[in-house]
């Protein structure tokens, strides 16, 4: 599947590397209920994707580094150039972690309200979040799913998905300084030829059922392992930032 995502920029010289990013399998369609495909305008006004997914009826997380204008949320979606059944929804407040970092992508998390509820059906639900004391160990495999690059650069219409091991937090931290395992997920064995793609950025990364990491970052050597955000590590910040969201 594709990939990664994240700094659009430095990514591109690793899809150019060719053939580096890899395979993941379709999705079974609605399979991932909790999925939303993510679209909003950059600064210079380019439309990116991201992937996303619903935690409550008006509210998707996502990454951080997913913010710009005009975001737009599609849940029930699988294919997304058939918009039949989906449900289209404009995002009314976005709100990254205040501490988001750009340059070193740490607390890459946001929440975004929706304009109304979600109507939850068979194809659109909600995923559970992990408890503070949730801790994701090395040795773990779950599931990244997103809409991001193929193997062959080009972006999916279809859901894909794969399975990632977690790494050691050293691992990233050998290359990456600013890696820091008590809030990011070192996730994707070197050996393996998979993982997340550009445009995967803000996907879930589920272990039995919940959402443990979003889809942040990959290291400068192109090939896994990459980071993610750790979920379980945000659970005050989630909860309040919630309550400021439900307000009416
Ligand atoms: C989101 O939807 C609105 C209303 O349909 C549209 O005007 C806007 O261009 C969309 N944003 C993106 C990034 O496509
Ligand atoms: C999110 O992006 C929007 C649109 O580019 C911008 O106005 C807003 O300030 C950003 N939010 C934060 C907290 O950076
Ligand atoms: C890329 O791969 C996908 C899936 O195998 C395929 O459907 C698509 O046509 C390919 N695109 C190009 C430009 O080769
Ligand atoms: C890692 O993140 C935690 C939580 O934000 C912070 O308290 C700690 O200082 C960070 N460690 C490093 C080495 O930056």
């Known amino acids: ?19 580096k990013i890899l395979w993941g399998t379709e999705s079974k369609p609605h399979s991932r209920p909790y999925m939303a495909f993510i679209n909003f305008y950059d600064s210079k006004l380019v439309v990116k994707r991201c992937g996303g997914f619903l935690v409550e009826k008006d509210i998707v997380m996502t990454a951080a580094h997913c913010n710009g204008s005009n975001i737009n949320v599609t849940l029930g979606a699988h294919n997304i150039k058939k918009q039949k059944n989906t ?39 909600t995923i559970a979040l992990p408890k503070s004391q949730d801790w994701v160990k090395p040795g773990q495999v779950c599931t990244v799913a997103g809409w991001g690059n193929l193997a062959n650069c ?51 990364f589920v272990c039995n059922g919940v959402a443990q990491g979003i889809v942040s970052y990959s290291l400068c050597t192109g090939t896994p392992p990459r980071v993610f955000t750790r979920i379980s590590s945000f659970i005050p910040w989630i909860q ?5 969201l439900q307000q009416p």
Not at 155 to 176: A, F, I, P, R
């Open 87 to 125: 449900q289209l929804i404009p995002v009314r407040e976005a709100k990254p972690h205040k501490d988001f970092n750009s340059v070193t992508l740490v607390n890459d998390i946001m929440l975004l309200k929706l304009e109304h509820k979600a109507q939850l059906s068979s194809t659109v639900k």
């Open 154 to 204: 080009t972006l999916s219409k279809t859901l894909q998905e794969v399975n990632l091991e977690v790494q050691t937090g050293q691992m990233c931290h050998s290359m990456s300084k600013t890696y820091n395992n008590s809030i990011q997920l070192c996730v994707g064995n070197p050996n393996e030829k998979k993982a997340t793609a550009r445009g995967d950025s803000g996907g879930p």
């Open 240 to 244: 309040k930032t919630m309550k400021l």
């Open 1 to 19: 599947m594709g990939l990664l995502l994240v700094f659009l920029v430095a990514v591109l010289s690793v899809d150019a590397e060719g053939g």
